[in-house]
């Protein structure tokens, strides 16, 4: 028996399950959120009543952006929605309430989307939002091949499944800002050892002391027009010829040495 | 972290908060923690080093966050390393066998055990806290719970301290860690132009001498920043007896 065949055997109190522990899985390891999305579109199609599945989230700017789809078919719809503006995505993207539409072939509010989702076979169609407290990230879209409504047991299920893949979202959006303020950090850390470096450097080549060192190091950079960090790790990492800042020397007045400050301890 | 503890360190940094910002944290984590002595020290600065302590709770812990500094041995490497918390609570035989000359060193400070504990967050590392006792002896399950919130507290308050700063440049709280070692950095730049090593290269060969002569690394970097010691290429440095160090 293949594994399609196997999850379709399990009953759907146990896929669930499944379905929980395997999102509630990505958030341990290292994870790549459009998979974790793309596993939230394809369980939700098999969970629920739903024939199509499709996530939109918000980008820095607060622009929806299609994340994950079931099939290509229902990409575009979510293209579509966001170009013209106007479908239950981004009603629930915007109010934070979960959008149930179960006949789009009478009146809706989204007259353009309406007719191209039913043209593609989705007469009925459910959002929910992706959010974390207040915060809405973006929605789950889900779309049905017949005109009914999709149940409330559905809609909570829905609902859970969006809310475990929020928490993973969040997750990951922590783990990248962290890692860019730790670069930040170690960058400036790095950047000011350098300097030091190379005012050494400076110094024994041209056998010079430090402040005259730094002189030439400032000088160097000004009239060069780089600046005074990336000139010292170049030098450190010997991209720049040690001698062609030697021959910086000769400035006037030698600019204030940088304060070396006593430590503070206690 | 639970409200309990929250409430007890906020307390500990309002009651520091006369003193300087980054001797807030050492001071804070001893009030805190209860613990006899706080060393907290950021890493990085290429080659995966330290970039040193930031601040110390007292001087016979800074001896001994100095030591791991130029070494590179202890428990605050093994935490940043492991990334995870290090706990020695006795420094006998065993702990002796893993870091000789801090254990030597914690003996002879006074110091009975160490704990170290990583500081991250969300994945990103940039230093260690380092917990000292006088006496040896586990830490209690509170005060171990109260250090994993403490790491919590103080990774942001660095990693804040560097968000204000200007873009490039390092926080000026931050930046009294590397002018305090700005001597040794100095002295591997002229290591690395004398014997023609990369700079990394260079601060091995320097601690490599300042371990075997028995003398501070900031001692020697001093010497040779002021053209008093050169170190010679192409042979083992052959240092003086130990006895005539300091």
Request: hydrophobic share 45%.
């Amino acid at each position: 028996m293949s594994d399609d065949a196997n999850q379709r055997s399990l009953n759907r109190n146990a896929l669930t399950a499944v379905t929980f522990v395997e999102i509630v899985d990505t958030l341990v390891d290292d994870f790549d959120v459009i998979d974790v999305l793309t596993v939230l579109t394809s369980r939700s199609v098999e969970l629920l009543e739903a024939a199509a599945a499709g996530i939109l989230l918000a980008d820095t700017a607060g622009h929806l952006r299609v994340m994950a789809a079931s099939t290509e078919q229902i990409e575009l719809l979510e293209l579509f929605q966001i170009q013209n503006d106007q479908g239950p995505c981004l009603d629930c993207f915007n109010t934070g309430a979960v959008i149930v539409h179960a006949d789009l072939e009478t009146a809706s509010p989204w007259p353009q989307f309406a007719a191209e989702c039913v043209k593609a076979g989705f007469p009925s169609v459910c959002a929910v939002p992706l959010r974390l407290r207040d915060v809405i990230l973006g929605c789950l879209n889900l779309f049905m091949s017949t005109p009914v409504s999709l149940s409330a047991a559905d809609v909570a299920l829905a609902q859970a499944l969006a809310d475990v893949a929020s928490i993973a979202i969040i997750q990951d959006q922590a783990t990248r800002e962290a890692a860019i303020r730790e670069g930040q950090l170690q960058h400036a850390l790095n950047s000011r050892i350098a300097i030091e470096q190379a005012k050494g450097m400076l110094a024994e080549r041209g056998r010079v002391d430090m402040d005259t060192a730094f002189s030439i190091l400032r000088r160097f950079a000004r009239n060069n027009n780089r600046g005074l960090t990336e000139v010292a790790g170049a030098l450190v990492a010997g991209t720049l010829n040690i001698d062609s800042l030697a021959r910086e020397r000769r400035p006037p007045p030698p600019p204030p040495a940088p304060p070396s400050a006593p430590r503070r301890d206690l | 972290m639970n409200a309990d503890q929250s409430l007890r360190i906020a307390v500990a940094f309002a009651r520091e908060a006369a003193k300087s910002p980054e001797a807030r944290l050492c001071s804070a984590c001893v009030d805190v923690l209860d613990v006899t002595g706080a060393g907290i020290t950021i890493m990085g600065g290429g080659g995966g080093g330290h970039a040193g302590p930031i601040c110390v709770s007292n001087p016979r812990m800074a001896a001994l966050e100095d030591l791991q500094y130029a070494i590179g041995e202890g428990p605050c490497q093994d935490a940043f390393k492991s990334n995870m918390f290090v706990h020695a609570p006795r420094l006998d035989v065993a702990a002796a066998t893993l870091w000789p000359s801090f254990v030597d060193l914690a003996h002879s400070t006074g110091v009975g055990a160490v704990f170290a504990y990583p500081l991250s967050a969300n994945g990103a590392k940039i230093g260690v806290l380092t917990l000292y006792q006088d006496d040896a002896g586990e830490l209690s399950a509170t005060q171990h719970e109260d250090s994993i919130a403490m790491v919590e507290v103080l990774t942001e308050t660095v990693l804040s301290l560097q968000d204000a700063a200007p873009v490039g440049t390092l926080a000026a709280d931050l930046d009294d860690v590397v002018a305090y070692r700005a001597e040794i950095h100095q002295a591997s730049g002229m290591v690395s132009v004398q014997l023609q090593l990369p700079v990394a290269e260079a601060l091995l060969r320097i601690r490599a001498y300042a371990f075997a002569d028995g003398r501070p690394l900031g001692v020697v970097a001093r010497e040779i920043v002021t053209r008093r010691l050169r170190l010679a290429d192409d042979r083992v440095d052959l240092p003086r007896d130990p006895k005539e160090g300091e």
